[in-house]
């Protein structure tokens, strides 16, 4: 099964199951057991899986519980923590795949509409009608942070290259060079100055080539 499912699937089985955990009795632990899951996470990314894409699934799937639990239990939409949600689904778009933000999303506002039981004003729906504002505007800051983390890559394994040519190759090439010209005792020494420069010559212009 294609990876994106399987962390799209568990973070919406988190969701669903932070929507549930609002309706028990623990609920009135939120903050306590917040604090467990926080403590919990410091420890795994610092000492168990640090900086792995597992580490940034587990922090997705508790951040999910943490801020829909919390927002479930103080009064749902009407709660005064309901922006929570918005930095949920900018932090999801950015540490995971942005579609699963898009996703995640599409079924949170399936759970909050369920979640009503009387409607006495198309106003209070608003909240809820905002996730499908800042949905595709999550999604594009995500794509566009992907972006720009592929081109810093890029421009690091550049300079990777760029210092292993001017290291091995072209070091070794003047080297030789300056070998000769300490050297020099006549057109043999020469030819081969001439032949290292014309060596060092070629390579420039093969890497500027490659590198264009």
Known sequence: MNKKVIHAIILITTVVLSFGFAQTNLSMYDVQIS???FIFLFIAKHFIIPKTQKS????SVILAFVVFSIVNSTGGIHSPYFFLTYFFLFSISLLL????SFTTTLVVIMLYLLSISTINN???LMPIFSFAFIAPFAMYLGEEYILLHKEEHKLTHSKKETFLFLSLIIKNHINTIIENVNDFVGDINLSEIKKHAMRVKRLIDKFEKTND
């Open 97 to 100: 795949d942005p579609i699963i």
């Open 35 to 37: 604090a467990v899951l």
């Open 56 to 59: 940034r699934l587990l922090e």
């Open 122 to 124: 198309i106003s209070e």
